[in-house]
């Protein structure tokens, strides 16, 4: 008895402090940062300045004080809810949307073994889908409880949007599951620190460029940023599905699109840029783990960099050119490159 | 006018949009390079630090002007609450002891809310007794009746005309003081 408790207890413990360095130390310190970041970044290539008021005393930082003042200010704003006859639904919904984008860091392996990753599951990515897929309940839910025709006009897209993308992604994805033999994030990882030729590294995104590309254009898709933000659309819905939202729950849905584009681009690292590896660098030694879990969080920035650069760089497309894209171009793309990688290692195995 | 459109037919590399959205990406980097630390391009005027100058015919807030005696040139002839599109002067008149003008407004009102700042009102009045060139503008509140504007308020704004006023009587009387020039009025 006393031994069980005591491995139980052990476990719970492991999983808080793994929870809190990376959850809560990473990716909700990244997000926070983001809501600055994102700002500042668009002022600066857009040739703006940016926010730079929020100051205490004469000390401004450039800026940076306004991941303190915004909370503050969200805090304390009136936090409004329409008259609308599913008042819960209408409370609940944020919720509905941050905790999945939480809840799916549980399987990322952010470093070598499964010390470095919440949950080692087997399923991983499986599980990424059917958690993250959960997503378009907060939107659609928030949308239809705000009793606003912008917002359900905007959910109604979204939840078309999404549902669309899903199928792509799932397929793009298949390529790297083929091509690894495993679902488990941990395997694929490890398994991408290999070299091929003995100078390639064999990373998804070296084997698999098309997927990559897919990848990211529907993982930006599932999370509705530009290009792909019809359902908020401020020229034509105000702000689509969350035109209703004020102060908190305005806060919690934009601080899970920050958590989903720190999400796509640990999903993103784990599949295509070799997850925590570094090419050539193997060994136990507690500074290779420092560096490789370095890499990881490095890769990481890196993908979240890119995402938003391409939503400060392209323009909104129109939603019939979204829903097309998504079904008579990426899904037979992905399809189609799923047929190749199939013949290509069915010529490997036999060769 | 029949007019020839155009169109452009982009090769598949451009529409596959691929190559097109990194170039994109690199441009916009590329902006951001250049505004990180230099801050080349940017052009945001830090407003209530800086601000851009008014052009000398900038319409800002109404002023009402003064006569030597720092009185209000008004003589609440109504002419521009008439002119003005947005109905938003209110003039009271009044008889004053002055026979050549015999009237100067009691109670002289603009709405700033209402007014749409077109200059009709400068116009039309024929004593240039008011004007638009203060150059203020961006006039806050916290109450709707503040931006009543009352007679008071837009004298403290105004200064002395050097148009004559009064007719023919008043206008000799001033002959050779400074400010007696007639200019047409
Ligand atoms: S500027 Fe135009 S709108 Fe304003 S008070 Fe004068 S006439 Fe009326
Ligand atoms: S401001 Fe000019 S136009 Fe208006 S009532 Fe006075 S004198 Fe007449």
Known sequence: MHLVDNVLLNIVLMTLIKFAGFVLAFVMGVATVLTWAERKYSALLQNRI???????????????????????????????????????????????????????????????????????TSLGILFIFAISSLNVYGSVIGAWASNNKWSLIGGLRISAQMISYEVAIGLSLCGIFMIYGSLDLQDIAARQGELIWGFLPAWGVVLQPVAFILYLTCAIAENKRAPFDVGEAEAELTAGWWTEYSAMGFAVFALSEFIEIILIGCVGTTLFLGGWTIPGLHGDAWWIVVLEIGAFLFKTLFLVWLQMTIRWTLPRFRYDQIMRLGWRIMLPIALLNLVVTGIVLTFIERA | MAKVVNRMHPDFATQSYVIEVFKGVALTTRQFARNLFARKDVVTVQYPDDRRPYTPRFRGKHRLMLRDDKSVRCVACMLCATACPANCITIVAQEIDDPTIEKAPSRFEIDLLKCIYCGFCEEACPCDAIRLDSGVHSIPSFTRRDQKAGVINLMSLGSASIASQGGEHRAHSHEGTAHGQSSGH
Do not use: C, Y
């Open chain 1, 50 to 120: 940016g926010p730079n008021r929020a100051n205490i005393g004469s000390i401004r930082a450039g800026g940076l004080l306004h991941m303190l003042a915004d909370p503050i200010k969200m805090l304390t704003k009136e936090d409004f809810a329409p008259n609308t006859p599913n008042p819960v639904l209408f409370r609940i919904a944020p919720l509905l949307a941050f905790v999945p984008a939480l809840v799916v860091f549980a399987v990322i392996p952010f470093g070598p073994g499964e010390g470095f990753q919440i949950s080692n």
